[in-house]
């Protein structure tokens, strides 16, 4: 696929990006900005679950390691009222997650991040 083609399909897309790494966010924000129009950051679990009920966001990227609640609670909290929005982990840590917490995302990517990967990726939640 295209990546002009990509970028009309994600453009309408609002999108919530969930990690505590500064120079990590500042480059997924800078990369997704050329393709989405709405983009929320968050750097823990608990600014990302406020981000989620005030936005609606319609994707989340979230990484594992973060203070105060990390990833896996985060996406835990999140399935116990949203069973639909497709969630994205992005990790250095794969091995965090067990077999069963592996069931709650739709896609694992490691780091450091293939962005035409990803971005394919979400194209398909479309």
Do not use: C
Not at 46 to 53: G, H, I, Q, S, V
Not at 68 to 79: A, P
């Amino acid at each position: 696929m295209a990546l002009n083609e990509i970028k009309s399909d994600l453009k309408n897309l609002n999108i919530l990006i969930v990690e505590d790494g500064k120079d990590i966010i500042n480059i997924m924000n800078r990369t997704f900005k050329m393709i989405v129009n709405q983009i929320s950051l968050a750097n823990d679990g608990d600014k990302a679950m406020e981000l989620y009920k005030t936005n609606n966001p319609d994707l989340i990227l979230t990484d594992l390691r973060m203070p105060h609640k990390d990833g896996v609670e985060f996406i835990k909290e999140l399935r116990k009222i949203d069973l639909e929005i497709p969630i994205i982990v992005i990790t250095a840590y794969e091995d965090d997650l067990k077999e069963e917490e592996k069931q709650l995302v739709n896609a694992i990517f490691p780091k450091p991040i293939n962005f035409i990967a990803l971005v394919n990726k979400m194209n398909e939640f479309l």
